[in-house]
């Protein structure tokens, strides 16, 4: 059996993680086993991860104690001998992660990058840009998720294998008894759905989701906001939500584990995100039949199926409630072969990032 350490902030249900549990549950056991290196207790995939006979050694936030998270990896690579090492990188920063592994005696060391942001400051450009060509080097494979995420992480010249977000099409697909369920549960059977997953952080715009639901409400008085996920900004958006009088229209799910039923509840996902590497979320809205309308700082890659629409955030949010309106009543099919056809079945995704980087 091929143990691969995984090097991630925690093992909770943010975009990185649910990637690395997708591709646990389609490894066969008997030949593939992933640990884990987080900074962070708790999760929800840890639980999991145990049940699955995988490892988690815990390490002090980098931020917070810089030697002890070095020292951390380092030990854990050592003490159980762990040849290949994967980090899912958000910046060129990982490369300290990546020197600790080395260090500790693993020979094939694998990043993976998870995001493409469009917005840094001076500084954070400076440290970036400046380790990047570190990174780069000392890094055995050079993994992506898109064109964007690839170019941000490595440069325009690096040699980057894409491999993509998978789903598993048995499981992501539209439902209509689980539409029904969710539905009913929420008391939103005649309702117009306007629906978004994600992490309540900068990242993901909540506020411009607001502006453009308040206008989607102007054109139809059924339509309500289903906001799935957890994070910090949560009691921000709540006041915004008070202020703009739209209490009653809007749904705070909470972290759930029913993402597939959900969205297929949903009408139109909307995601004005300021920067993706490539969301976990649009593809798996996708993998609903969910029309989809994002922002255009996302990878053009991310429309499998011809259900996205890409449009820039500076425009006003009436051109966004004007685009989610024309979206609706496409029909509700089956989405496995086009899937299959872009790579994008988990079960292919699987087997070929662990022939990439456990050869």
């Known amino acids: 059996m091929k143990r691969v350490l995984c090097i991630i902030s925690s093992l909770d249900a943010g975009g990185?993680?649910?990637?690395?549990?997708?591709?646990?549950?389609?490894?066969?056991?008997?030949?593939?086993?992933?640990?884990?290196?987080?900074?962070?207790?708790?999760g929800c995939y840890t639980q999991e991860v145990l049940d699955r006979g995988g490892k988690i050694y815990k390490i002090p936030k980098r931020t917070e104690d810089f030697f002890g998270a070095f020292k951390g990896?380092?030990?854990?690579?050592?003490?159980?001998?762990?040849?290949?090492?994967?980090?899912?990188?958000?910046?060129?920063?990982?490369?300290?992660?990546?020197?600790?592994?080395?260090?500790?005696?693993?020979?094939?060391?694998?990043?993976?990058?998870?995001?493409?942001?469009t917005k840094l400051s001076l500084k954070e450009k400076l440290i970036h840009y400046s380790l990047r060509p570190l990174l780069n080097k000392i890094s055995t494979h050079k993994l992506a998720p898109s064109d964007l995420?690839?170019?941000?992480?490595?440069?325009?010249?690096?040699?980057?294998?894409?491999?993509?977000?998978?789903?598993?099409?048995?499981?992501?697909?539209?439902?209509?008894?689980?539409?029904?369920k969710i539905?009913?549960?929420?008391?939103?059977?005649?309702?117009?759905?306007?629906?978004?997953?994600?992490?309540?952080?900068?990242?993901?715009n909540h506020k411009y989701l607001l502006s453009v639901f308040n206008e989607i409400v102007k054109r139809r008085k059924d339509a309500v906001l289903m906001l799935v996920g957890k994070g910090e900004l949560e009691k921000e958006i709540k006041a915004q939500i008070d202020e703009l009088e739209l209490k009653e229209k809007v749904i705070f799910t909470g972290q759930r584990f029913d993402i597939p039923q959900l969205l297929s509840a949903m009408d139109v996902f909307v995601f004005p995100s300021f920067?993706?590497?490539?969301?976990?979320?649009?593809?798996e809205a996708q993998s609903a039949s969910l029309p989809c309308i994002i922002a255009d700082t996302i990878t053009k890659t991310a429309d499998i199926t011809g259900l996205v629409k890409y449009l820039p955030l500076e425009i006003a949010p009436e051109y966004w409630a004007d685009e989610?309106?024309?979206?609706?009543?496409?029909?509700?099919?089956?989405?496995?072969?086009?899937?299959?056809?872009?790579?994008?079945?988990i079960k292919l995704v699987a087997k070929k990032l662990m022939e990439t980087i456990c050869k």
């Open 149 to 180: 995420a690839a170019e941000f992480m490595f440069g325009k010249k690096a040699k980057v294998q894409l491999i993509n977000n998978g789903v598993d099409p048995d499981v992501f697909f539209f439902d209509e008894k689980g539409r029904e």
């Open 275 to 283: 920067y993706e590497g490539m969301p976990n979320t649009v593809i």
């Open 16 to 42: 990185a993680e649910t990637f690395l549990m997708k591709i646990y549950r389609a490894l066969p056991p008997e030949e593939y086993q992933l640990d884990f290196v987080v900074s962070v207790d708790g």
């Open 183 to 204: 539905r009913k549960e929420f008391g939103i059977e005649n309702k117009l759905v306007i629906g978004h997953v994600g992490r309540f952080n900068k990242q993901k």
């Open 324 to 345: 989610v309106i024309k979206s609706l009543g496409i029909e509700r099919r089956s989405r496995k072969e086009d899937f299959r056809k872009h790579g994008y079945d």
């Open 73 to 117: 990896i380092k030990k854990a690579v050592k003490e159980n001998k762990y040849e290949t090492v994967l980090k899912l990188a958000e910046n060129s920063l990982s490369l300290t992660d990546m020197i600790a592994a080395k260090l500790g005696g693993a020979k094939t060391l694998v990043v993976r990058s998870c995001n493409a942001p």
